[in-house]
């Protein structure tokens, strides 16, 4: 159901946003994007005059607990994010210091309409990443609908997302509109893109993106492929990539999509020169080589200018462009070049027309970073969850919105 078709007036409306800020260690929010992409459902409910209960997980307070066993609350309590949501709102919000306990019981059934209570980290529980229908229930009981927001999450069945959604009727549960939005920017590239199609990949990992390959090779015309990941194929083909990163048991399967690009007529677009260093530091002595011939002792951390300017012609063509993980070690600015660079090209080609879609986590901060949040076409809150989405897998705190 779409949130404008549910009847939140007067209702108490428990609505899961992703509110997973950075944190500095005394507590302030460093990028609050995350609470501003959930301000339209939140404004939206306030303009209805529902009652609005937010709940979210910040962190993994399980798994560093304190050496006593406890939960570190101050270190991940949601309290901390308060005065920035009141900033952004410009108005007060209560806080409840538990999470369907109580104080969270008591404080939700006092709220008036156009007020909002904030509950405390979902993942105080340990129920929460089980997915434990006790805890779900005890959530669920806080409000008389459900709304999910929390697209950053939707790829996992933890009780405050999918397992919660169960106790409300289909009547009485929606997306919110940035789960919406999420939803219909990944529903353009997978089945509506125009030609020429560029698939851009980077990161460390081949594994991660095995099943994003596989899914958009039938899609696209181009896949470029830099970052660690890269050097899996280059040794594939042949190369010697000295001491880069190299996933030894992909490279059969390496091999494997190569084969399947040039069956499907995809052209495949690896680095010619990198960026080598001597060690996998900042201060490391560094040298511009072929990919393929990377001398044992150095290791690649960043595609070179020729690489840059090739891959940038073939941006530079595409129509639809989907972008997922650096070219580089981009957290090391000797090592950024390469992924900044390709922001620009990105960034250029939307100028022209195209449509970019940044799919999360690195190269989103990567395009952020840069400058160029604004030069693309849509930037996705949910690393994750947009690869599974990509990926054509169902996610499950969606799914359970439509059973
Ligand atoms: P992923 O989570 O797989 O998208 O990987 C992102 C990480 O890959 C970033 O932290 C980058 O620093 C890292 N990365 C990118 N290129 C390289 C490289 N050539 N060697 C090692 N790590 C890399």
Redesign the pocket.
Known sequence: MKLQHLDVKYKTVLVRVDFNVPLSPEGKVMDDERLRRALPTICYLLKEEAKVVLMSHLGRPQKKKLPNGQVDVPKFTLRQIVPSLERLLDMPISFAKDCGGPDSTQKASHLRPGEILLIENTRFDPGETKGEEKFAKKLAKLGDCFVNDAFGTAHRAHASTAIVARFFPKSCKAMGFLMEEELRQGAKVLHDADKPFTLIL????VS?KIELIQAFLPKVNHLIIG??MAFTFVKALGGFVGD??VEEDKIPLARSLVEQAKERNVQLHLPHDVVAANAFSETAEKELMPVERIPPGW???DIGPKSLSIFGQVILQSRTLLWN??M????MPPFAGGTFGMAEFVAQATDHGAYSLIGG??SAAAVKQSGLANKVSYISTGGGAMLQYLEGKTLPAVEALNV
């Open positions: 980077g990161g460390a990992k991660d970052g660690g880069s990163i290791m690649g951390l993980g650096p580089g070690v981009f957290e986590g690195d």
